[in-house]
């Protein structure tokens, strides 16, 4: 079962590709509206381009993300998830936000097309998600 983004949310990113496509305005003011300070945060990961997209050759992908404090997150897009421990709290045990900063910076990035790119081997993928979970305990 896939899981989806609140329609809200796939509205905005939909609006902001039109946007970027057109080169008309930003759309940060509604940014900011449904995301708060995090809308913020993440535009300025985007800036300074944070976020690198690993690719393998079986097709899989990991997003990671360069966080401000200089500790690296893994988000995977597909199931919108973070490593991060913002995203644990705030999004999946107090619901109290959509998403973390680096999970909308991912989103922000790829409308955007700004992602670093870089392609690793399968077992390379393997083992960077398995690093991650070793830091993670």
Partial sequence: MAVVLPAVVEELLSEMAAAVQESARSTGSR???????????????????????????????????????GKTYTCLASCHYCSCPAFAFS??????????????????????????????????LTDILLMEKKQEA
């Fill in 91 to 124: 999004v999946l045990r107090k619901s109290d936000s959509i998403l973390c900063k680096h999970l909308l910076a991912v989103y922000l990035s790829q409308v955007m097309r700004t992602c670093q790119q870089l392609s690793v081997s399968d077992k390379q």
């Fill in 31 to 69: 940014l900011k509206f449904l995301f708060g300070s995090s809308a913020t945060q993440a535009l300025d990961l985007v800036d300074r381009q944070s976020i690198t997209l690993i690719s393998s050759p079986s097709g899989r992908h990991v997003y990671q993300v360069l966080g401000s404090s």
